[in-house]
Nanobody
C-alpha cells in the first residue's frame, strides 16, 4: 500500500506559477512511474504529466506542454509539478498517482494509488 499526500495548490492570478508536491509513504515507489492528473466537477480525470521510474522520461498533455514540468526524487519519495504561465482553464483539483507501469502512463485507469488532491484556482 502507498499513501500519497499532495500540497502546494492555491489561488493565483493568470500568468502566475505554482509548484505542487506529492509525498509518498508506505511501500517504496522507486519502481513505478508517477503521474499528475486533474479534475473539474462533472468531468473525467484528465491526464497532465507522467514520469518514468528513473525520472529520465516524461510525457505531457498538449494543453500544458512547455508550461508544466514534472520531476521526482526517489530518495525523497517525492514528485513535483512545476506549473508556470497558469491560465484560468488550468483550474482544477490536481491529483498525483502511482502508475502500474515503470514507464508511467497517460491513462487514469493504469494508476493504482491516488492522493486526496490539491485545489488549484487561477483567476483571470
Amino acid at each position: 500500500q502507498v499513501q500519497l499526500v499532495e500540497s502546494g495548490g492555491g489561488l493565483v492570478q493568470d500568468g502566475d506559477s505554482l509548484r505542487l508536491s506529492c509525498v509518498a509513504s508506505g511501500r517504496n515507489i522507486i519502481s513505478f512511474g508517477m503521474g499528475w492528473f486533474r479534475q473539474v466537477p462533472g468531468k473525467d480525470r484528465e491526464f497532465v504529466a507522467t514520469i518514468n521510474w528513473l525520472g529520465e522520461a516524461t510525457n505531457y498533455a498538449d494543453s500544458v506542454k512547455g508550461r508544466f514540468t514534472i520531476s521526482r526524487d526517489n530518495a525523497e519519495k517525492t514528485v513535483w509539478l512545476q506549473m508556470t504561465s497558469l491560465k484560468p482553464e488550468d483550474t482544477a483539483v490536481y491529483y498525483c498517482g502511482v502508475s502500474t507501469y515503470a514507464s508511467g502512463s497517460t491513462s487514469a485507469n493504469e494508476y493504482k494509488f491516488w492522493g486526496q488532491g490539491t485545489q488549484v484556482t487561477v483567476s483571470s
